[in-house]
């Protein structure tokens, strides 16, 4: 049983419906007010798909219409905890907005005349799919395109296109997160991380902030409490966004310029061997990496290390804050904290520094 916070300490009060109730809630209508009325509700807990943070939401269906009446934050969901962003609420748009699409619909007239009519599932599945198949059949692949608003089947429709032999995958995603996603994909072979941020003792963020919401809500409460807990927080964005006012370092980097901060940090943690050897000798293709970029050293971790010494060697603090404009003593304080936090550090960065600049996916590259 979910142990529901209490208004204050001992007290009656939850800031949520027990979930042992949840089967039989009973409220006052607001407004109705002076009146009481009561309605009777059964808490039917669901997912916010307004971003991939897929918070949980508890639907409030009236017992006696089997109406939805609104949505709150589901304190159970072990993401999310309760707390939503104002999108996750305002699902009850989306239930009844009177544009909904509710049932396949069929162009019946000239194209932009807006002229439809309703046809079932299966008329709709056999139209597509036999205009699909004999594509294929045809070898025409590349005139199949499809589009997605929010990809969340966590690869599975990439599979499928594939398998069909289709390129034309297009999502928001192309212009949102895709330049993060490419970094860190090819560098860590997961295009979405999830850093431990609740138990971070200094975090780094790129152009993935608090207030904005989106999948980072989770995440967010985590850095909350970090920071309550005594973390620091480093935010690197050209504005002065909510969480960069909030933050213990702010960076502000010629947009485009955000990898050069990150390989000056890097050099730095080499020099001060603020390393998790452990980590990089088990997870670090380092061995490949040598044999390939210097095949006339021994092919030893030590040598490895020796050799990134060399790679980074150009890429000073002074470097950095030539190419950035970011003071150097701002970013050296900076990659103290990282040194000091040792493997309680915790980073992410998304959209702005990865997507608004050509080659910016190098940016979660050189972050990882
Ligand atoms: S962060 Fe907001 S939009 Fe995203 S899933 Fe949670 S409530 Fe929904």
């Not at 609420?89 to 239930?95: C, F």
């Amino acid at each position: 049983m979910t142990d529901i916070p209490r208004l204050t300490p001992g007290s009656g009060l939850t800031d949520y419906p027990p979930p042992d109730r949840w089967d039989d809630w009973e409220e006052y209508d607001a407004r109705a007010w002076p009146e009481k009325v009561k309605h009777e509700y059964r808490l039917v807990p669901t997912t916010c798909f307004n971003c991939e943070s897929a918070c949980g939401l508890l639907a409030y269906v009236d017992k006696e219409s089997g109406e939805i009446r609104k949505f709150e934050g589901n304190p159970a969901h072990p993401g999310s905890r309760g707390r939503n962003c104002a999108k996750g609420p305002a699902t009850i748009n989306q239930v009844y907005d009177p544009e909904r699409i509710l049932y396949p619909m069929k162009r019946v007239g000239e194209r932009g005349s807006g002229q439809w009519e309703r046809v079932t599932w299966e008329a709709a599945l056999t139209d597509i799919g036999s205009r699909m198949g004999t594509a294929i059949r045809e070898g025409r692949n590349n005139e199949i395109m499809y589009h997605v608003g929010r990809p969340g089947e966590d690869g599975f429709m990439d599979r499928t296109l594939k398998a069909w032999g289709v390129d034309g995958h297009n999502s928001h995603t192309n212009i949102c997160s895709s330049g993060a996603r490419t970094g860190y994909a090819m560098w860590m072979g997961h295009d979405r991380p999830s850093a431990d941020f609740a138990n971070a003792r200094f975090i780094l963020l790129l152009s993935s902030h608090l207030e904005t919401g989106h999948y980072f809500n989770p995440h967010a409460q985590r850095i909350i409490e970090a920071k309550r807990a005594g973390a620091k927080l480093a935010t690197v964005d050209p504005r002065l966004s909510n969480t960069a006012s909030m933050s213990d370092y702010w960076l502000s980097p010629w947009p485009g310029t955000e990898p050069a901060l990150l390989l000056a940090i890097a050099r730095q943690l080499l020099e001060w061997d603020a390393v998790d050897h452990g980590f990089m000798r088990s997870w670090v293709n380092w061995e490949e990496s040598l044999r390939l970029r210097y095949p006339d050293r021994p092919v030893t971790y030590e040598s490895w290390i020796e050799a990134m010494k060399d790679e980074y060697k150009n890429y000073t603090v002074e470097f950095a804050a030539e190419e950035t404009g970011v003071d150097a003593h701002r970013i050296m304080a900076v990659a103290t904290g990282i040194a000091d936090a040792g493997s309680r550090f915790a980073s992410h960065t998304w959209r702005g520094a990865n997507s608004g600049n050509l080659g910016g996916w190098q940016t979660a590259r050189c972050l990882w």
